[in-house]
């Protein structure tokens, strides 16, 4: 498939799509059991299937410096290994520029789940749709969310109007397109870039306490990153991380808490990209991660039904993160991420090894959730 003619078919599919948000919430309310006692993520543990053939679809950017390439490559052999020692068949795609058709273009998608582990096209910014939408059109089952919740996940003010429609909590929130910012009176705030993801564009000075503040930080982000600004009011409270996995029957694993009882400034009480992917770092070195978060029984179940409505509602498929903030007795919706790192070291990690999964038992329990889409393995 030639990239122009990738892009006409996303097009299409955006199209197709845009009618279809509206529906997912009925239709997931109709659909989706929601288990909340943990005991059948033990059952089904015991049910995986070990022998589905897994190809592992992964990036590497040439552009990357090579200690980057080598972390990288690092954890993809951590996961292969992991589902290998299983029993799972496996193979190792690295894509290192935009050609994926080609590349996918010697394996039957009869033969393989693919284990979507790819976020970007090399080259291409914003394609983790993209890459979802190649495989539906050459047939491949992959994990993960597809190419329509992916592209809504890319437009955080969408999600937002989704969760507004649900009455699912979110924090208030405007969209700037300029540095008019008159009308805006809330505040501390927070400003971000209306579509990215992995914490891109925020830093502590994101948080904004005045107009002028914030009309500055609007306009860094214009000027920036070439897109419109989202401002919501900052929610200075707990952040918990909350993975949810599963389709017929969901469930939200052990909540994760970010500890940033450390930190006095609130603009430090963020959890930056510097913080998440800069060892050393200060905010790094110094926001701790709680498993599980201690909540009480009936604090835990409100939180679990927020996430597992905002995973329905925003179409999530498979596994995903649901970021919130707590505060005076509400969850507030942070951010929803379809399809979330899973490396070695994340907070879904974790969260699986506090109902006793291995690494390897956890990839393979998504592996299974895809191989009920695939027309060999799902039988």
């Not at 059952?43 to 992964?58: A, G, N, S």
């Not at 976020?119 to 993209?130: F, K």
């Not at 999530?316 to 929803?336: K, S, T």
């Amino acid at each position: 498939m030639k990239y122009c003619d990738l892009i006409c078919y996303v097009l299409k599919q955006r199209e197709e799509n845009s009618c279809k948000n509206d529906f997912i919430s009925s239709e997931s309310e109709t659909k989706t059991k929601v288990s909340s006692t943990g005991l059948q993520d033990r059952k089904v543990m015991d049910e995986l299937k070990y022998d589905i053939p897994v190809l592992l679809l992964h990036n590497i950017n040439p552009e990357w410096i090579t200690e980057e390439k080598q972390e990288a490559e690092q954890e993809v052999a951590i996961l292969a290994t992991s589902l290998n020692e299983l029993g799972h068949p496996l193979e190792v795609v690295a894509v290192e520029d935009d050609c994926l058709a080609e590349r996918l273009s010697v394996f039957n998608p009869l033969d393989y789940v693919v284990f979507n582990w790819c976020e970007e096209l090399p080259g291409v910014p914003h394609s983790e749709p993209i890459i979802a939408a190649v495989m539906e059109k050459m047939g491949f089952v992959f994990t993960g969310s597809s190419y329509a919740t992916l592209a809504l996940a890319n437009d955080k003010p969408a999600i937002k109007r989704v969760l507004d429609k649900a009455n699912i909590p979110t924090p208030p929130w405007n969209v700037f397109q300029n540095t008019d910012v008159k009308n805006w009176n809330i505040y501390p705030s927070i400003v971000k870039p209306a579509h990215e993801h992995c914490s891109i564009g925020i830093f502590p000075e994101s948080i904004v306490t005045s107009p002028a503040e914030l009309e500055n930080r609007v306009a860094f982000i214009l000027d920036t990153y070439k897109q419109p600004a989202l401002v919501e009011e900052f929610i200075d409270g707990r952040e918990l991380l909350n993975a949810v996995w599963g389709n017929g029957n969901i469930s939200m694993l052990p909540p994760v808490e970010m500890d940033f009882s450390g930190l006095t400034d609130i603009r430090d009480h963020l959890f930056t990209y510097e913080a998440k992917y800069v060892p050393g770092s200060r905010l790094y070195e110094s926001i701790g991660m709680c498993v599980p978060a201690e909540l009480e029984p009936l604090v835990k179940a409100e939180l679990e039904h927020i996430a597992i409505a905002a995973y329905q509602v925003t179409g999530c498929r498979d596994y995903g993160r649901i970021d919130v903030r707590y505060l005076n007795g509400i969850f507030y919706v942070i951010d929803v991420n379809p399809n979330p790192d899973i490396n070695p070291y994340t907070s879904m990690t974790h969260a699986a090894a506090e109902i006793g999964y291995s690494y390897g038992k956890m990839g393979s329990r998504i592996v299974n959730f895809a191989a009920a889409r695939h027309p060999v393995f799902s039988r």
